[in-house]
Nanobody
Framework: QVRHVESGGGSVQAGGSLRLSCAASGYTFGRACVAWFRQPPGKEREGVAV????????VYVDSVKGRFTISRDNAANTVFLQMNSLKPEDTAMYYC??????????????????????WGQGTQITVYS
């Protein structure tokens, strides 16, 4: 069973930093694209960042480019999200998930939530001004 457990959330003042971790299990982690998503209060879930299997290539939503960095440790089955220069609009529940097809990561619609699996409970990020 594909499973992810997110951690590292909390409350932080605007301009601060947090580092999220996501522990994966139930699949061959190194063969899957893994993404971070977030869901602000009252809004739909949106993609934030995705890292391809080797870890050298990543895609970010425009609103976090230059502030967030996604990385992965395939030996530890863990993906990270380093978040710097946080803004109040980053406040959301953050989730990680794996692309449902191994050895494949699409070029288009890379944040289509229906294509991801193993949604965890999420970790809450609150940024106050």
């Amino acid at each position: 069973q594909v499973r992810h457990v997110e951690s590292g959330g909390g409350s932080v003042q605007a301009g601060g930093s947090l580092r999220l971790s996501c522990a994966a299990s139930g699949y061959t982690f190194g063969r899957a694209c893994v993404a971070w998503f977030r869901q602000p209060p009252g809004k739909e879930r949106e993609g934030v960042a995705v890292v391809r299997t080797g870890g050298q290539s990543a895609v970010y939503v425009d609103s976090v480019k230059g502030r967030f960095t996604i990385s992965r440790d395939n030996a530890a089955n863990t993906v990270f999200l380093q978040m710097n220069s946080l803004k109040p609009e980053d406040t959301a529940m953050y989730y990680c998930a794996a692309y449902s097809i191994l050895d494949y990561c699409p070029d288009g619609r890379i944040f289509a939530t229906s294509q991801y699996t193993g949604w965890g409970q999420g970790t809450q990020i609150t940024v106050y001004s």
